[in-house]
């Protein structure tokens, strides 16, 4: 039979790292916490992306906030989208409370409050450093995929903006793209066909219907200028620390569409602007994604397969991702392979689907010789998890029963005043507050069929004046009929004259 000594050492040599590494908490066996049985994850496999998963008010917000409070105090900036809104409370330290000295004793790692560094963004109008990003940014495959078109349509989109690209003419915003679909099948119809082939008025009223239901999810507030730049996510305060930036998400929970729009043109962007890595010591930054199901649940296959691809590809640029969702069914099995570290939570077992989804995450983790998984994952408390990563060589760990350590911040979100106060010393939010509206598509096409109309009517009415000055020129003025009536009365006088000469010369002969 083991013994806690055997069970400290199997997890110490499985959890080993010769790096710097982050301490998760203390390993459980048979529900008690034995000591000195850490659970680090080293800061090298980060970048493998991950994922937290488990049922409501089991902790997982409070083991993303461990996670971003450590990754900052290393230096790695974070990204976290908040869609509840329950993590802002980081920016401020918490409160060291008997519960929580109980829990760090157990498993003998020591603690202290501290606050980070946050700046607080959002997609919509909520107070805080406004994200925005232009249709071109996005590109015609990224945009056809977030507008789940098909191969035709997308065609028509790639049309677009090659158009758009030979004219000079910018694609901002929704309205430029709207625009000009309403161009290319009235005004420029014959431009278009004589350039780029005929395009079919069906096909440019199904993209112009899909841009409006994009529109009426808040794209219409997304897409524009200022553009954020990725380099923002990138800072440090003056200690070092990684800036923990909180996306305020909880007034787009019914909007999936334009929340996964956000998400994955920000990877996409995020991939094409980072330079290679490789195996770097430490990720260069770590993406949260809460409620992970509201972008997979409203995701395409197309969609979904530019989502593996990016997963599979960003890690050599230091990014990871981690996926925080409810149950790890939610989360593609294409993915879901593709995720190093996987943090499990309590899953509750209510009905028959609820047990046969608990016993397809159980056979997602390792075997171990010391626990039944599936009879575990029913019975872990609050703030308690399984946890499996990768070593520093790459190699999955023992699975561990975790009791996780508690956050140093604040465990309760920011009042208002406290919003206010971060807000109104923040660089970012001064930065990108001014809303552009340059000359674009939109305008330039309206200038463009103005100065058409313009020259439509000029053309008019010269031509107007010119049969005017015709039909003026052909009939006779008043000058030429009184001359003409001289004439003929001089010329009647003289024939009368002239008869009447002969008449005389006749009567006197």
């Given at each position: 039979m083991?013994?806690?000594a055997d069970?400290s050492k199997?997890?110490n040599?499985g959890y080993a790292?010769?790096?710097?590494?982050?301490?998760?908490?203390?390993?459980?066996l048979?529900g008690?916490?034995?000591p000195?049985a850490?659970v680090?994850?080293?800061l090298?496999?980060?970048?493998?992306?991950?994922?937290?998963?488990?049922?409501?008010g089991?902790g997982?917000?409070?083991?993303?906030?461990?996670l971003?409070?450590q990754l900052s105090?290393?230096?790695?900036?974070?990204l976290m989208?908040?869609i509840?809104?329950?993590f802002s409370?980081?920016?401020?330290?918490?409160?060291?409370?008997?519960?929580?000295?109980?829990?760090?004793?157990?498993?003998?790692?020591?603690?202290?409050?501290?606050s980070?560094?946050v700046?607080?963004?959002?997609?919509s109008q909520q107070?805080?450093?406004?994200?925005?990003?232009?249709?071109?940014?996005?590109g015609?495959?990224?945009?056809?995929?977030?507008?789940?078109?098909?191969d035709?349509?997308?065609?028509?989109?790639?049309?677009?903006f090659?158009?758009c690209?030979?004219?000079?003419?910018?694609l901002?915003?929704?309205k430029?793209?709207?625009?000009?679909?309403?161009?290319i099948?009235?005004?420029?119809?014959?431009e278009?066909?004589?350039?780029y082939?005929?395009?079919s008025?069906?096909t440019?009223?199904?993209i112009?219907?899909?841009?409006?239901?994009?529109?009426q999810?808040g794209g219409?507030?997304f897409?524009g200028?200022?553009?954020?730049?990725?380099?923002d996510?990138?800072?440090?305060?003056e200690n070092?620390k990684?800036?923990v930036n909180?996306?305020?998400?909880?007034?787009?929970q019914d909007?999936?569409?334009l929340?996964?729009t956000f998400?994955?043109?920000l990877l996409?962007?995020i991939?094409?602007?980072?330079?290679?890595?490789?195996?770097?010591e430490?990720?260069?930054?770590?993406?949260?994604?809460d409620?992970?199901h509201?972008i997979?649940?409203?995701a395409?296959?197309?969609?979904?397969?530019?989502?593996?691809?990016?997963?599979?590809?960003?890690?050599?640029?230091?990014?990871?991702?981690?996926?925080?969702?409810q149950?790890?069914?939610?989360?593609?099995a294409?993915?879901?392979?593709?995720?190093?570290?996987?943090?499990?939570h309590a899953?509750?077992a209510?009905?028959?689907?609820?047990r046969?989804?608990?016993?397809?995450?159980?056979d997602?983790?390792?075997?171990?010789?010391?626990?039944?998984?599936?009879?575990?994952?029913?019975?872990?408390?609050?703030?308690?998890?399984?946890?499996?990563?990768l070593?520093?060589?790459g190699?999955p760990?023992?699975?561990?029963?975790?009791?996780?350590?508690?956050?140093?911040?604040?465990?309760d979100?920011?009042?208002?005043a406290?919003?206010?106060e971060?807000?109104?010393?923040s660089k970012?939010v001064?930065?990108?507050?001014?809303?552009?509206d340059?000359e674009?598509?939109?305008?330039?096409?309206?200038?463009?069929?103005?100065?058409a109309?313009?020259?439509?009517?000029a053309?008019?009415q010269a031509?107007?004046?010119?049969?005017?000055?015709?039909?003026?020129?052909?009939e006779?003025s008043?000058?030429s009929?009184?001359?003409?009536?001289?004439?003929?009365?001089?010329t009647?006088?003289?024939?009368?004259?002239?008869?009447?000469?002969?008449?005389s010369?006749i009567?006197?002969?």
């Amino acid at each position: 039979m083991s013994t806690s000594a055997d069970f400290s050492k199997y997890i110490n040599e499985g959890y080993a790292s010769k790096g710097e590494s982050i301490l998760l908490g203390g390993a459980i066996l048979n529900g008690e916490a034995v000591p000195d049985a850490f659970v680090k994850v080293p800061l090298k496999t980060l970048n493998r992306h991950g994922l937290i998963a488990g049922a409501t008010g089991t902790g997982k917000t409070k083991t993303i906030q461990v996670l971003s409070e450590q990754l900052s105090t290393f230096g790695i900036p974070v990204l976290m989208m908040d869609i509840k809104g329950d993590f802002s409370g980081i920016a401020k330290e918490g409160e060291e409370k008997p519960f929580i000295t109980e829990r760090h004793a157990k498993i003998n790692i020591p603690y202290a409050t501290a606050s980070f560094p946050v700046e607080l963004m959002s997609l919509s109008q909520q107070n805080g450093v406004r994200l925005r990003a232009t249709v071109s940014e996005f590109g015609p495959v990224l945009f056809s995929r977030i507008l789940d078109l098909n191969d035709t349509q997308a065609g028509v989109v790639s049309v677009i903006f090659k158009y758009c690209d030979d004219k000079k003419m910018p694609l901002l915003d929704l309205k430029d793209i709207k625009r000009v679909l309403n161009y290319i099948t009235e005004e420029g119809k014959e431009e278009i066909e004589e350039s780029y082939g005929k395009i079919s008025t069906a096909t440019t009223g199904i993209i112009l219907r899909k841009i409006i239901e994009l529109e009426q999810q808040g794209g219409d507030i997304f897409f524009g200028e200022k553009s954020f730049e990725i380099d923002d996510l990138m800072r440090f305060d003056e200690n070092g620390k990684g800036y923990v930036n909180i996306i305020r998400l909880t007034d787009i929970q019914d909007k999936p569409k334009l929340f996964s729009t956000f998400m994955l043109s920000l990877l996409a962007e995020i991939y094409q602007q980072m330079p290679e890595k490789g195996d770097a010591e430490q990720p260069e930054l770590v993406i949260f994604i809460d409620e992970a199901h509201l972008i997979f649940n409203e995701a395409s296959k197309a969609l979904l397969d530019q989502i593996e691809t990016i997963i599979k590809l960003i890690r050599s640029k230091g990014i990871g991702v981690y996926f925080v969702t409810q149950n790890p069914m939610d989360v593609p099995a294409s993915v879901l392979a593709q995720l190093g570290l996987k943090i499990q939570h309590a899953l509750r077992a209510f009905t028959a689907n609820d047990r046969q989804a608990i016993r397809q995450t159980a056979d997602n983790y390792p075997t171990s010789i010391y626990y039944k998984t599936d009879e575990v994952l029913t019975s872990l408390g609050i703030g308690e998890a399984f946890v499996t990563a990768l070593n520093e060589k790459g190699i999955p760990t023992p699975l561990a029963a975790t009791m996780m350590r508690a956050p140093m911040s604040r465990m309760d979100v920011l009042t208002d005043a406290e919003i206010t106060e971060i807000n109104s010393k923040s660089k970012l939010v001064r930065k990108y507050a001014e809303e552009i509206d340059r000359e674009s598509a939109y305008e330039i096409l309206n200038k463009k069929i103005e100065t058409a109309n313009q020259q439509a009517e000029a053309q008019a009415q010269a031509e107007e004046e010119t049969k005017a000055e015709e039909k003026k020129s052909s009939e006779p003025s008043t000058a030429s009929v009184i001359g003409k009536s001289v004439v003929k009365v001089v010329t009647s006088a003289t024939f009368i004259r002239g008869v009447f000469g002969v008449l005389s010369k006749i009567f006197k002969k």
